[in-house]
């Protein structure tokens, strides 16, 4: 027997999708698909062993999150190395690949999970007291904009009032201390995991140049050739 999808679930889907700008849409139809490790790199991309440790981020870090006990998912990364894109990317295409739906935060725009519920899905109570009893993905994008003085995410977004829902939250590196649990713990709550975005490597660097140069004289590896140059 085939379960319905609740209507709350597939409201927000296609709001979701109809205010999704043409920038992101062009961005998503060059993107490429992301590898994580569980520390961050430090050394170059060509490194053999910064190899052996990365993986395919959504393949094996994020299904393996969604099926395992960790309530919220940290995705570090640089400044341009691809969180956004790819949380994106998860919110417009991974519905048919999870058993969650996911709901994208803009924590810019929106202080708390409900506000944003209410704001920018447009959700009564009533939604809101549905959407609270369904596997859902909650992707909270720039956490790095916030404030996090006395900041805890599972508390600040009451999320003890969620006991279906995951997490991913999508940050800078270089936002957060060295020690960082006390962000996302909270009252025995502690089951948080992170995940590094890896930096592009070769094979990935040329792909990208493969979707995006139009010019047909131009290969990737004569692009590649050009920027070595410069």
């Keep these: 027997k085939t379960e319905k999808t609740p209507s709350v679930l597939i409201d927000i889907a296609s709001r979701y999708r109809s205010q999704l700008g043409d920038l992101v849409l062009q961005d998503l139809e060059y993107y490429i698909p992301l590898d994580a490790a569980h520390h961050e790199s430090t050394?170059?991309?060509?490194?053999?062993?910064?190899?052996?440790?990365?993986?395919?981020?959504?393949?094996?870090?994020?299904?393996?999150?969604?099926?395992?006990?960790?309530?919220?998912?940290?995705?570090?990364?640089?400044?341009?190395?691809?969180?956004?894109?790819?949380?994106?990317?998860?919110?417009?295409?991974?519905?048919?690949?999870?058993?969650?739906?996911?709901?994208?935060?803009?924590?810019?725009?929106?202080?708390?999970?409900?506000?944003?519920?209410?704001?920018?899905?447009?959700?009564?109570?009533?939604?809101?007291?549905?959407?609270?009893?369904?596997?859902?993905?909650?992707?909270?994008?720039?956490?790095?904009?916030?404030?996090?003085?006395?900041?805890n995410i599972f508390k600040h977004h009451g999320l003890r009032e969620w006991p279906e829902a995951k997490c991913l939250v999508a940050c800078r590196t270089r936002f957060l201390p060295a020690s960082h649990s006390q962000f996302f713990n909270y009252e025995g709550f502690s089951q948080f995991q992170t995940l590094y975005v890896a930096p592009f490597s070769p094979a990935q660097i040329a792909r990208y140049i493969d979707r995006i140069v139009l010019v047909d004289d131009w290969t990737s590896k004569k692009y590649l050739s050009v920027l070595e140059e410069n």
């Design 43 to 151: 050394s170059s991309n060509s490194d053999p062993d910064d190899d052996k440790n990365r993986f395919p981020l959504f393949e094996k870090g994020i299904v393996p999150f969604l099926e395992g006990k960790s309530k919220i998912l940290l995705l570090l990364g640089d400044a341009g190395s691809g969180k956004t894109t790819f949380v994106h990317w998860l919110m417009h295409h991974a519905e048919g690949q999870t058993k969650r739906i996911p709901i994208y935060v803009d924590l810019k725009e929106h202080d708390t999970f409900e506000n944003c519920l209410k704001n920018e899905y447009e959700l009564d109570d009533d939604s809101i007291r549905e959407l609270k009893k369904q596997p859902i993905l909650i992707l909270f994008d720039g956490f790095d904009e916030k404030s996090i003085d006395n900041y």
